[in-house]
């Protein structure tokens, strides 16, 4: 427990916040399975999501950089689980 008036981010990277974007957006979702994010390929998620980052970005981020990790984030995921048949 910390011990201090200060809370920490509970997402500590920007990674993690653009999958936690998309994830909240409906542009992915997780294997119940295996844990692996998979992209529904929903224009409209997606659109969602670009709109968050822009509108929302962390702290210290400008609205571009977070609009650009959500994508380089949509990039890096399937549409498919590796590990299922």
């Not at 409906?26 to 390929?41: K, L, N, P, V």
């Not at 997606?46 to 571009?64: K, L, M, Q, W, Y």
Request: net charge negative; with cysteine; proline share 7%.
């Amino acid at each position: 427990m910390l011990m201090t008036s200060e809370r920490r981010s509970a997402i500590r990277t920007l990674r993690g916040w653009a999958i936690y974007v998309l994830l909240e957006a409906g542009a992915i979702r997780e294997c119940e399975e295996h844990g692996w994010m998979q992209d529904r390929a929903d224009p409209h998620a997606r659109e969602r999501a670009f709109d968050i980052a822009h509108r929302d970005p962390p702290a210290g981020v400008s609205p571009d950089e977070a609009a650009a990790e959500v994508r380089d984030v949509l990039d890096s995921i399937g549409d498919t689980c590796p590990e299922c048949p």
